[in-house]
Nanobody, 118 residues
Framework: QVQVVESGGGLVQAGGSLRLSCSAS????????MGWFRQAPGKQRELVAS???????NYADFVKGRFTIARLYAKNTVYLQMNNLKPEDAGAYYC????????????WGQGTQVTVSS
């Protein structure tokens, strides 16, 4: 059974930085894609950034140039470096791991909270 666990959220002032970490454990199979999504109160969950096992990355327009996603393929671990944070970046950040073999499907973490004070 795949378990996805995030860490690294917290409170930061606008303009500050945070680094989120996520690991998908319980399988030796590499995830096809790992990514970060966020959800602000009253809003839908949205993609922030993702990276495939071919190192293809995808960023939402609103984080380009500020956030960087990085992955440790051997450990199904992904990081999100968030710089120049804005109050509108606040919300719950969820890690997602997608497998196309083995534990097929989409696996979510419980989320980590990011709060940005202005």
């Amino acid at each position: 059974q795949v378990q996805v666990v995030e860490s690294g959220g917290g409170l930061v002032q606008a303009g500050g930085s945070l680094r989120l970490s996520c690991s998908a454990s319980g399988t030796l199979i590499g995830a096809k894609t790992m990514g970060w999504f966020r959800q602000a109160p009253g809003k839908q969950r949205e993609l922030v950034a993702s990276v495939t096992n071919s190192a293809d990355t995808n960023y939402a327009d609103f984080v380009k140039g500020r956030f960087t996603i990085a992955r440790l393929y051997a450990k199904n671990t992904v990081y999100l470096q968030m710089n120049n944070l804005k109050p509108e970046d606040a919300g719950a950040y969820y890690c997602n791991a997608q497998f196309i073999v083995g534990p097929k499907g989409s696996h979510w973490g419980q989320g980590t909270q990011v709060t940005v004070s202005s």
